[in-house]
């Protein structure tokens, strides 16, 4: 079975590519899965960041009118 790669809505051979093609879409690979990553970490502390703004408010003195 042929292994392709679509770049820029294009299908490429895998096997066709010269090796510093391979090369630079191992380390576009690599870098995508890193955002990935980064960006679930940021969400992850997005939530934390309001968890504890929340818990702070409720920890604040209470304004009298």
Known sequence: MTQTVTIDDKEYDFEKLSG????????????????????????????ARMAYANALKDELPKKKD
């Open 20 to 47: 510093e093609a391979k090369n630079q879409l191992v380390s576009l690979q690599y870098v995508d899965q890193e955002l990935q990553k980064l960006n679930a970490q940021a969400a992850v502390l997005q939530t």
